[in-house]
């Protein structure tokens, strides 16, 4: 049973960047492909991007291009999303999810979220 | 703007049978999965990406699709049902995955 833990909430000014990090157990991380979703305040599920394991590349949504980079650790099972240039449109609960397997188009197991808040 | 259209709100009586569906192109091409968030929590799947239930996911809930669309369907919906439900796909291209925007799922 794979088990996603994530670090803890953050305040951040406009500007800034923040790290998040997803704390694999129950399994090895070299062997998920990792993505992140977000959830602004009272709004729905939004995609980030993540591995693609049908060609071993990491996506990104175009709206995040440029500015998230998504790492692994393998020797700790831990992934990373990093996220620069805060505004407060990136006020969110995100959250590290694992692609269900290659060509899948469903995410089966997700870490409890981690709430960034942006404020100057 | 998604590229999966869901319905803002539905509600159901206690022990009815209500219908969510997930509108898109790609659903033609790629399966939905389903998820069920509560309050506070995160997103749980209730329906995979080939119509199944998970392990621990209730038999009342099913997957369907037909053409352009997918649909989550509750039998029997319980109090403990309401919540907010998400459809997931890829996008047209295949490259992205993609949300829809949610359906609040009241229980009367």
Known sequence: QVRLV???AEVKK???????SCKVSGYTLSKLFMHWVRQ???KGLEWMGGFDPEDGETVYTQKFQGRVTTTADT?????YMELSSLSSEDTAVYYCATLAGVGATYFDS???GTLVTVSS | SSELTQDPAVSVALGQTVRITCQGDSLRSYYAGWYQQKPGQAPV???DGKNSRPSG?????????SRNTASLTIT???AEDEADYYCNSRDSSGKHLVFGGGTKLTVL
């Open chain 1, 40 to 42: 602004a305040p009272g």
């Open chain 1, 14 to 20: 406009p500007g800034a960047s923040v790290k998040v």
């Open chain 2, 57 to 65: 996911i209730p038999d009342r809930f099913s997957g369907s699709s």
């Open chain 1, 6 to 8: 994530q670090s803890g």
């Open chain 2, 45 to 47: 799947v209730v329906i």
């Open chain 2, 76 to 78: 029997g919906a319980q």
């Open chain 1, 110 to 112: 997700w870490g409890q």
């Open chain 1, 75 to 79: 020797s700790t099972d831990t992934a």
